[in-house]
């Protein structure tokens, strides 16, 4: 019976350590998705950075969170539906973020290149009169 009651003791150690794990892991999505949504411009390297960091802090609660299943699934399996709901909502709201700052700085970067093209390198054609042999300039032009 000891021998029972400390296994069992070491899988409640095991679970506690886990969901406390877990719990580290979703305290920091909050802070991400509370950092993402703020109501002030958004520097788009940070958001570029912060959604690589996004992503493994997701791959560290699902491994958490995937030994809680194998342990007790009945006990655990609406927390990762909550959670994966929370991350792909905000992984979505993010990569629309980037995409539009992307498409903005494309757009602008076409446009200054095409206000930026020099006058120099455009040839227009020479455009003379010509001359009759009589030395009068006559109405025909030539060009070249």
């Not at 757009?107 to 042999?133: F, Q, V, W, Y």
Request: charged share 30%; net charge negative.
């Amino acid at each position: 019976m000891s021998e029972d009651n400390s296994k069992s003791s070491e899988v409640d150690d095991e679970v506690r350590t886990l969901i406390k794990n877990r719990g580290i892991v979703k305290a920091k999505m909050t802070r991400m998705e509370n950092w993402f949504k703020q109501d002030k411009p958004l520097d788009i390297v940070q958001c570029k950075l912060r959604l690589e960091q996004l992503m493994q802090i997701f791959k560290d609660y699902d491994n958490f969170h995937t030994e809680l299943e194998v342990m007790d699934y009945e006990s655990h399996h609406q927390d990762r539906e909550i959670m994966e709901d929370k991350y792909f909502d905000l992984i979505s709201f993010v990569t629309k973020i980037v995409n539009q700052s992307e498409d903005t700085q494309q757009s602008n970067s076409s446009t200054d290149n095409r206000s930026t093209i020099s006058h120099s390198s455009i040839k227009l054609p020479e455009i003379s009169r010509a001359i009759s042999n009589t030395g009068q300039a006559s109405s025909n032009y030539l060009l070249h």
